[in-house]
């Protein structure tokens, strides 16, 4: 546990800076615990997290239900890959499958495995589309602003400079449409076309939500055209908006779901729902994962569905977002100079800011609240699904006074 002995133990900004990639721009701040909606840094300052370490602690940070869950699983059986049966997977996907409808559920480690997934899963469709010929019919269509990761598959179905310069050329089989533009995903359908793939709500882009006309108009799209509709939920999934899935409150069922963040509740899980048209494409030998569905990993995520239910954690994001909702409206008109407007639902929310959003997540951390930043100029709050009335009656007031003291 000890270093070896030295004159100064080498802090963790110096060993970051000495050995971990450049991959991120990372605050200069180093956690080390956390409870509930809170978390503490190595110099002893006490946050209110309203990252949820991006929408992944749904139950906050070492929820006791969930930590004796994991202890208990820990001590159990970590790991057996898939080449066996184990307790959990099973369980965990009759519960999934008891949100997302009659299907299968295929188990991986985060967003962007889900996602491949679902890709897959599109050119299999497409195969079967084409009576069993490869390369025919493959396109996955996708929206302009989208998010699905950092793998191949994700960034070739994510049409952003920043995520895909230095990295072309891309897989092949993605074009892009207006988000809430019908037409123009209508536009691109052809014979080559396997699947349409969204987030019903858009996290990295800026919170920008699929509106339910938009999503009910895609699914008949996908019906005329036998083609499969695919909805990203790594983000606005498991509870965020109020309802296990954010696609829900349009009325529509999609063909496959890919979820992540939320569902482990700090462990890494993903999983692809596919429904059960579908789910027969998927035969022994077709997909794989060393790690998906660990006895750990779904034990946690057990946990988390346990206490969103026990915990009635869906009506409680549903009842304490209005107000906060409400509270967080007002901010537009009472600093103009700094937010433009207000998007999001349940605990999925978007600030619109005038400007870089980096100085103000800058100036609420400094006040004590820890928010992220996303694609155009917006800042994300994502508190835990069982924050109280009370942190996110705080996170308002840090934010009136953070901008209070901000120049223009
Ligand atoms: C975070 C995210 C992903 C990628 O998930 P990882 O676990 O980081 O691979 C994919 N899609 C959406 C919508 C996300 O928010």
């Given amino acids: 546990m000890d270093n070896p002995p030295s004159i100064a133990r080498t802090s963790a900004a110096e060993l970051y800076d000495a050995h971990v990639l450049k991959s991120y721009a990372r605050a ?46 820990a001590a159990e059986l970590i790991h057996t890959s898939n080449l066996f049966r184990n307790p959990n997977q099973g369980e965990l996907a009759r519960r999934i499958v008891g949100y997302a409808g009659p299907g299968r ?3 991986c480690n985060s967003g962007a495995e889900a996602n491949e997934a679902l890709i897959k899963l599109a050119r299999l469709h497409g195969v079967k589309k084409s009576n069993g010929e490869e390369g025919k019919c493959y396109t996955v269509l996708c929206a302009k602003q989208a998010f699905h990761g950092r793998t191949f598959g994700g960034m070739s179905a994510t049409p952003q400079e920043k995520i895909q310069h230095g990295f072309r050329p891309m897989t092949p089989g993605f074009e892009f449409a207006e988000l809430n533009n019908l037409r123009s995903f209508a536009d691109l359908v052809n014979a080559g076309t396997a699947a349409i793939l969204v987030e019903t709500i858009q996290g990295e882009g800026g919170i920008h939500a699929c509106t339910p006309d938009f999503l009910k108009g895609l699914r008949e799209l996908c019906d005329k055209n036998n083609l499969l509709l695919m909805l990203d939920e790594v983000q606005c999934g498991i509870g965020r908006t109020g309802r296990f899935f954010a696609f829900e409150s349009a009325g529509i069922r999609p063909d496959a779901i ?17 429904g059960e048209r579908s789910a027969e494409l998927f035969q022994p030998g077709m997909h794989g994962t060393t790690f998906g569905g660990t006895p750990l990993a779904c034990a946690a995520a057990l946990s988390v569905l346990d206490v969103l239910e026990r915990e009635n954690l869906f009506t409680h994001v549903a009842k304490e977002s209005a107000p906060w909702l409400e509270a967080l409206g007002k901010l537009p008109k009472d ?4 937010i433009s407007g207000l998007r999001g639902s349940g605990f999925l929310v978007g600030l619109q800011m005038v400007g870089d959003p980096a100085r103000y997540v800058t100036a609420l951390r400094e006040r004590g ?3 992220v930043s996303a694609g155009g100029n917006v800042i994300r709050l994502l508190p835990p699904l069982n924050a109280t009335a009370a942190e996110l009656a705080e996170s308002v007031s840090i934010i009136r006074t953070a901008l209070g003291t901000l120049g223009a």
């Fill in 105 to 107: 559920v295929f188990f």
């Fill in 258 to 274: 890919g979820m992540a963040k939320g569902l482990g509740g700090g462990f890494p899980i993903g999983a692809m729902w596919v």
């Fill in 28 to 73: 200069p701040l180093t956690l080390v615990r956390g409870r509930g909606s809170r978390v503490w840094d190595d110099q002893g300052n006490r946050y209110l997290d309203f990252t949820s370490g991006i929408a992944v602690s749904a139950l906050g940070h070492c929820h006791p239900d969930w930590v004796a869950a994991v202890q208990r699983q």
């Fill in 335 to 338: 600093f103009p100079q700094h």
């Fill in 369 to 371: 609240l820890l928010a």
